[in-house]
């Protein structure tokens, strides 16, 4: 069992784990407190992202920290 808040971040146009994997993975997890975050244009975002795009595109820092940063600051 897990009560512990999770994170879980997905990029958009990710050919090594695609949303639909992502997602089922999370519809899978027992916890209450759990947030899916999905990076692409088509979330309001500047660039699709890919799986390396999350930790390593040129917008990753403003855009995907920035969110994992606000999570960890309402889940403290």
Same mark, same amino acid.
């Given at each position: 069992?897990?009560?512990?808040?999770?994170?879980?971040?997905?990029?958009?146009?990710?050919?090594?784990?695609?949303?639909?994997?992502?997602?089922?993975?999370?519809?899978?997890?027992?916890? @209450?407190? !759990?947030?899916?975050?999905?990076?692409?244009?088509?979330?309001?975002? #500047? =660039? *699709?992202?890919?799986?390396?795009?999350?930790?390593?595109?040129?917008? @990753?820092? !403003?855009?995907?920290?920035?969110?994992?940063?606000?999570?960890?600051? #309402? =889940? *403290?």
């Amino acid at each position: 069992e897990l009560s512990m808040p999770i994170l879980m971040i997905a990029g958009s146009v990710d050919t090594f784990t695609p949303l639909a994997d992502i997602r089922l993975a999370f519809r899978r997890l027992p916890s @209450a407190k !759990k947030t899916l975050m999905v990076f692409g244009k088509s979330r309001g975002h #500047e =660039h *699709d992202y890919g799986h390396i795009d999350l930790l390593l595109g040129k917008n @990753a820092p !403003k855009e995907v920290y920035a969110e994992i940063v606000r999570w960890l600051e #309402e =889940h *403290d």
